[in-house]
């Protein structure tokens, strides 16, 4: 069985700084989707940024972008630039190809000090 | 505008009173699920369905049914609640080739 592990369950940056949220996954398929979802206070789950396995470029959306291991089951996820409506839980989750399951980590959540 | 909607927002009830969580999506998406999420857990897969009339189980269905009569929509339905139920709850939805899955507002449930 797949399982998605965030180590951090809370992190803390400064205004205008960077941080990384780790994600480490165990899958023994080929193919597979990782995502980085955000959920402010409002509860709404957001998706931040996906990667396709077989995909070798690491996938950046304006501010946030992720470091993808696929050898070392790695995919964390780097916000630069951090702003206050930032602050929310950011949960890594993983779907293999053909299947209709999410697994999600169990989320970090993300203080922003002004 | 393209969403995926639940109802209630909020519930709270008492054990042994059968209710349903409503999950409505205008998308024409086949691909449709409910989520749970506890402290400490995320969120688990619940049920899902492939299309109108395919249903499976998820990861954690002991106490829930869906049904699945009409592609736009997935309800939940707790027969007979108890207070482990307690939890906040999503729908999701997504087309057969599509990526990510488009998620509702949440319901939460509190069982008393």
């Known amino acids: 069985a797949q399982t998605v592990t965030q180590s951090q369950p809370e992190m803390s940056v400064q205004e205008a700084e960077t941080v990384t949220l780790s994600c480490t996954y165990d899958t023994s398929e080929s193919d597979y989707y990782l995502f980085w979802y955000k959920q402010p206070p409002s509860r709404q789950m957001i998706l931040v940024i996906r990667?396709?396995?077989?995909?070798?470029q690491n996938a950046t959306e304006n501010r946030f972008s992720v470091n993808f291991q696929k050898a070392a089951k790695s995919f964390s996820l780097k916000i630069s630039d951090s702003q206050l409506g930032d602050a929310a839980m950011y949960f890594c989750?993983?779907?293999?190809?053909?299947?209709?399951?999410?697994?999600f980590g169990t989320g970090t959540r993300l203080t922003i000090i002004p | 505008e393209a969403q995926v909607t639940q109802n209630p927002r909020y519930l709270i009830t008492v054990t042994g009173k059968k209710l349903t969580v409503t999950c409505s999506q205008n998308?024409?998406?086949?691909?449709m699920s409910w989520y749970r999420q506890d402290p400490g857990l995320g969120l688990r897969q619940i049920y899902y369905?492939?299309?109108?009339?395919?249903?499976d189980k998820g990861d954690v269905p002991e106490g829930y049914k869906v049904s699945r009569k009409e592609k736009r929509n997935f309800p939940l339905i707790l027969e007979s609640p108890s207070p482990n139920q307690t939890s906040l709850y999503f729908c999701a939805s997504r087309p057969p080739r599509g990526r990510e899955a488009f998620f509702g507002q949440g319901t939460r449930l509190t069982v008393v």
């Open positions: 990667q396709e396995a077989y995909k070798q």
């Open positions: 369905s492939m299309n109108v009339e395919v249903t």
């Open positions: 989750a993983y779907r293999s190809f053909g299947n209709e399951k999410l697994t």
């Open positions: 998308m024409n998406h086949e691909y």
